[in-house]
């Protein structure tokens, strides 16, 4: 005998979980890193915080790309998709920040 096949049987508690997967999936569409029209590099920790209580709305984090250290905080302001980055700890200058740019 073969047992009872699992996706056949439609409880309620599986249609509200079907449901509540398909509200969260619409809430929070996957974005792409094309869908992100702006970059904010910070030197320093405080212009980071500043930036992102600013957002209108976070975002969760994307897959980063091999080889990418850099730290980013996805989100939104008006109809912007904002990404943010700060220079690590100790580290100045141009070359850090132009790291972060040809990662972002």
Do not use: F, W
């Not at 030197?43 to 091999?66: F, Q």
């Not at 690590?88 to 972002?104: F, H, Q």
């Amino acid at each position: 005998m073969n047992p009872p096949d699992e996706a056949a049987k439609e409880t309620p508690q599986r249609q509200e979980q079907s449901l509540v997967r398909t509200l969260v999936s619409e809430a929070h569409p996957t974005r792409t890193h094309k869908d992100y029209q702006i970059g904010v590099i910070c030197a320093l920790a405080t212009e980071k915080a500043a930036m992102v209580a600013i957002l209108d709305k976070t975002h969760p984090k994307s897959k980063k790309e091999n080889g990418d250290d850099n730290e980013y905080i996805l989100g939104r302001i008006g109809v912007y998709n904002i990404v943010i980055a700060c220079l690590p700890a100790g580290l100045i200058g141009n070359g850090p920040a132009t790291i972060i740019a040809n990662n972002i």
